[in-house]
């Protein structure tokens, strides 16, 4: 069974008609975009609940096996390369 993973969840008002996930990238965790809620010009919308995800901790192939939080294994910088 899957567990939900740890998210942070900020609502611009009550009773939010829309929400955004806001997914970080390798290495970083959802609480490095949480300040940019306050600087986003959200006047006259609606309320809108944002939710930052946290990637669980892996070990990442390009970085050398080191741990950390990433939503994936990136196993090389290739891109034509078609790895499942």
């Known amino acids: 069974m899957s567990e939900l993973l ?12 829309a929400a955004i ?5 390798l290495g970083a965790d959802g609480n490095d975009f949480v ?3 306050d600087e986003l010009d ?3 919308l609606s309320a809108i609940r944002f939710v930052f995800p946290h990637a669980n901790t892996m070990p990442v192939t390009i970085n050398g096996g080191y741990v950390m939080r990433a ?4 196993r090389n ?7 499942d």
């Open 6 to 17: 740890e998210t942070i969840e900020i609502q611009t008002g009550a009773e939010p008609q």
């Open 42 to 44: 959200l006047r006259g």
């Open 35 to 37: 300040p940019l809620v």
């Open 21 to 25: 996930i806001w997914m970080h990238g």
């Open 77 to 83: 910088s290739d891109l034509v390369r078609r790895e």
């Open 71 to 74: 939503w994936y294994d990136i």
